[in-house]
């Protein structure tokens, strides 16, 4: 055991989430579904309750004390984030509702102004839906192409094949840091630098990436990364985009409303500066606090430890999982982070979730909003069990003996 697992206490850590010390079915609650979003801990649900019960006010927008309060902890979490991320300045955070609005506006402002007819946007064969639709639906309106790097039956990203993609034509490559689906951790900063190497910009979609390693965008060297608040361990409702501030400084705004602008006649609107040009309208000011309260939880920890401690447990799970007869693991990247997708022989996954959740299991089953990934493994869906670091090897015990009841139930 490596010196940062043995210094992580996970039963004193499993103390500050309230929500993991209940039963369900009568039994204790397994939660293996983290990759869908993470518990949170008391220390996030007090900054929540804090701010509604002492600074709950409007922010840019009052001279009161409240409101100049609110708008010093919404600024503070953006100076909390951009450190987390290693972003150059703060005004390359922009707040959005997660992942998804993330990768949206870059398809509708960036995407828009720079994507023409016969160009080409790169992705991936693992992507989540979030990182496909958006490049659809932008490709469709400007008569675009998507081009997409395939993998192999481990899961891995073919990069001969990407590298071969990248071409004139390419307006933009959108890859995700780890897969939802697979557990995938991909060599985004060797993919970064082959599109570069061309002069294309890239963007990362980091949902699950963000809560489980370290990121530095700068040294990865990204254009475009996005994350969302809820599954690190934040509120649901915030995320974050980072883009490098030469490429959002030229970028049109996303929405207009209240905010974004620094002046409005019937005639014509200038834009505000950044990042505020690209956060109309009253934000989740609540969902800033809870995040930032999140981040210092998560480096109280420290990436690091945690990163050390999931994989441990990864290696645990895999182990045990791989010994269940009839059960084959989707995904067996050399690379990966705390992901179990598996099928059983015979077993739809969704009899296999609702058996586990009854024994208190909670997984999630279904095609992970990936089916292009369920399809390059030729199954309909799959049960997932995603960890965190507060997990346990007695709930990957527990995961175990459940799917043994459902074998005894299939026969
Ligand atoms: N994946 C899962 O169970 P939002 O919903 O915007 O917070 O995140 C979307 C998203 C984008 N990219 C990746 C790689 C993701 O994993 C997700 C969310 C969840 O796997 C819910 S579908």
Redesign the pocket.
Known sequence: MNAAVAVFDVNRIRKDFPILHQTVHGKPLVYLDN??TSQKPQAVIDAISHFYATDCSNIHRGVHQLSERSTRNYEEARIKIQQFIHAADPREIIFVR????GINLVAQTYGRANVGPGDEIVISALE?H??IVPWQILSEEKGAALRVAPINDRGEILLDEYESLLSQRTRLVSI?HI??ALGTINPVRRMVELAHRRGIPVLL?G??AAPHMKVDVQEIGCDFYVF?G??LYGPTGI?VLYGKASLLDEMPPFQGGGDMISSVTFEKTTYNTLPYKFEAGTPNIEGTIGLAAAIDYVNRLGLDSIAAYEAELLEYGTEKLSRVPQLRLVGTAREKAAVLSFVIDGVHPHDVGTILDHQGIAV?TGH??AQPVMDRFGVPATTRASLAFYNTREEIDALVAGIGKVKEIFG
Do not use: L, M
Request: glycine content about 10%; charged content about 20%; hydrophobic content about 20%.
């Open positions: 990759a869908a997660g992942t998804t609005e989540h979030s990182n995700a897969s939802n979609d949902a699950q969302s809820h599954k995320g999630r992970h909003c």
